[in-house]
């Protein structure tokens, strides 16, 4: 296993010192999914939902989560993001969320993506809570990055 960035030499928290690192551009490619019931499913999809459009808000929070990302979990760098995509989907059995990020800088993007998937999940959640607070957030994870020095990556 390769060694913890953000742990120095000391064993104490260290936010990484990227400047030295080369500008490249960045991409990454996160999802998740939230499982729920037929009737809640339909319920989202239908646009009738009591708070308004599921899919459509959980997206817009999805792209806000990215670019707050920094703000939320300690250690990460502020970014300058080029493009953020989030997509909410049908898949069987609930919606299946997808988000795209994009940069060019000395770090990568993986944290949005994850954070930006995270949160349009949570959204959906929270829409469809009052007809199915039975729902699971399921299979949050990264599937694609590339750019950097360590160079591309795509989940096996």
Not at 98 to 118: K, P
Request: proline residues 3%.
């Amino acid at each position: 296993m390769s060694k913890l960035t953000h742990i120095d030499e000391t064993g104490r928290a260290n936010m990484v010192d990227v400047s030295g690192k080369a500008v490249t551009a960045r991409e990454a490619l996160a999802e998740g999914f939230v499982r729920m019931d037929a009737a809640t499913l339909a319920l989202a999809l239908s646009g009738d939902a009591k708070k308004g459009d599921v899919r459509a808000t959980a997206e817009i929070a999805g792209i806000m989560a990215a670019k707050k990302t920094s703000d939320l979990i300690p250690l990460c760098h502020p970014l300058a993001l080029s493009k953020v995509e989030v997509r909410v989907e049908p898949g069987d059995g609930g919606l299946s969320v997808t988000a795209r990020v994009r940069s060019t800088g000395q770090t990568g993007v993986e944290m949005e993506a994850l954070t930006a998937v995270s949160v349009a999940c949570l959204t959906v959640y929270d829409m469809l809570k009052a007809a199915d607070k039975a729902m699971t957030i399921e299979n949050v994870r990264l599937l694609t990055k590339t750019g950097g020095k360590s160079g591309d990556w795509t989940r096996p």
